[in-house]
Structures are given as structure tokens and as C-alpha cells.
């Protein structure tokens, strides 16, 4: 089993950043699949970023969002500039082991979630 709890949301003015962090503990291994989803009120949970080897981040973020991760500390972060309003939501941390996906179902355990409000 591997946990996974998310910190380092709160709010914040559009044009501002923040970094969310997510601790992983448990089964810890270099080689999951991290990803970062974001669900907005009344929206689909959506993909923002993963990392398994090399990046991959949603069109919508490109450019001013980035993840890393630290593998001594069992951290993962989303470091997130030039926050819009749009980027409201819950965010959520998750690993699996099928590679990048930006499907939900392809990763397997996942955080409780931290919220994003960003504010004009």
C-alpha cells in the first residue's frame, strides 16, 4: 500500500504561485508514475501533470506549472506560477504503475486532496 497526503494549498491572488507537496509513504518506489489531477466544482477530474521519467503537463498549464520530485525525501511537488482563476480546484496527488496515463482509473492510489482557490 503506498499514502498519499498533499499539502501547500491555500489561496491565493491570480498571477501569484504557490508549490503544493505530496508526502508519499508506505511502499514508496522511484518508479511509480506520479501525476497531479485537479477537479474543479462540476467538472471531470482532470490530469495537470505526471512524471515518471520526463514530464508531461496539460496544455492548460504548460509553461507554468512544473513537478519534481524528490526520491530522498519521498516528495513530490507541483510548483505552480502565474496561477489563473481558472485553476480553482481541488488538487490531487496519485501513483500508479502504467506509465503516464491521463486516465483516473490507470493510477492506483491517491491523496486526499488540497484546495487551490485563486482569487482576482
Known amino acids: 500500500q503506498v499514502q498519499l497526503e498533499e499539502s501547500g494549498g491555500g489561496l491565493v491572488q491570480a498571477g501569484g504561485s504557490l508549490r503544493l507537496s505530496c508526502a508519499v509513504s508506505?511502499?514508496?518506489?522511484?518508479?511509480?508514475?506520479m501525476g497531479w489531477f485537479r477537479q474543479a466544482p462540476g467538472k471531470a477530474r482532470e490530469l495537470v501533470g505526471a512524471?515518471?521519467?520526463?514530464?508531461y503537463y496539460a496544455d492548460s498549464v504548460k509553461g507554468r506549472f512544473t513537478i519534481s520530485r524528490d526520491n530522498a525525501k519521498n516528495t513530490v511537488y507541483l510548483q505552480m506560477n502565474s496561477l489563473k482563476l481558472e485553476d480553482t480546484a481541488v488538487y490531487y496527488c496519485?501513483?500508479?504503475?502504467?506509465?503516464?496515463?491521463?486516465?483516473?482509473?490507470?493510477?492506483?492510489?491517491w491523496g486526499q486532496g488540497t484546495q487551490v482557490t485563486v482569487s482576482s
Open positions: 496519485a501513483a500508479g504503475v502504467r506509465g503516464i496515463s491521463v486516465a483516473v482509473g490507470d493510477y492506483d492510489y
Open positions: 508506505g511502499r514508496t518506489s522511484s518508479t511509480y508514475t
Open positions: 512524471m515518471d521519467w520526463s514530464p
